[in-house]
């Protein structure tokens, strides 16, 4: 059941930055499907909302969920996990949508399989749909995959205590009861 039975779903994008294969890339096929809209071009996506982007440190939290719920728009960045780097300057030179990252889970398309944090776009998108509540949009999403069910199947523990929690702060600290990860203060350097 969602949050917003009598609201329109949120509006998903995606900026597709044509660094893979566009008969495997998740944002390409979901929108071909209309579930979310596809963008080439930065000056096309919404001006108001989020935009996961995995560099920049901030965790999307419940302190964001109504950036959402108010009308504001998700965006995906969809890059190759190879050019993550430049593809995120290039983009965050370029637009006012608030950047946030996700809480860790685990990957279910077939390239990062059980990968922790690798997820594909549409992946990213399901789970903070998933996180605010629309979970029927969530599963949507992720609707044009074998493997979409499965995502929610592999992560369903941390998802479902992830969008309980009431801060930031309690949803980073989650990670830790669910993934053998260090700590941040536990040591300057982090092994490969």
């Not at 096929?29 to 996961?52: E, F, N, Y």
């Not at 728009?73 to 983009?91: K, N, T």
Request: aromatic share 6%; charged share 25%; net charge negative.
């Amino acid at each position: 059941m969602t949050s917003g039975e009598n609201m329109p779903p949120i509006s998903v994008h995606a900026i597709w930055l044509a660094q893979d294969d566009p008969k495997k890339n998740t944002a390409v096929l979901a929108s071909k499907r209309g579930d979310m809209r596809l963008h080439k071009k930065i000056q096309t996506v919404p001006k108001r909302g989020i935009i996961l982007e995995p560099l920049c440190g901030k965790v999307f939290g419940p302190e964001d969920h109504n950036i959402l719920l108010n009308g504001g728009s998700l965006v995906g960045l969809d890059c190759s996990w190879a050019h993550i780097e430049e593809s995120v300057e290039q983009v965050m030179k370029k637009t006012r949508l608030k950047p946030r990252m996700l809480p860790l889970l685990l990957a279910a398309n077939p390239v990062n399989w059980g990968k922790p944090g690798r997820l594909s776009t549409a992946e990213a998108l399901a789970t903070v749909l998933y996180l605010i509540g629309e979970q029927d949009q969530a599963r949507q999403v992720l609707g044009a995959f074998r493997w979409g069910e499965r995502f929610f199947e592999l992560n369903q523990e941390p998802l479902d205590a992830y969008a309980q929690a009431t801060s930031s702060q309690e949803l980073v600290e989650l990670q830790f009861e669910f993934f053998d990860i260090e700590r941040p203060n536990d040591s300057e350097e982090t092994s490969s």
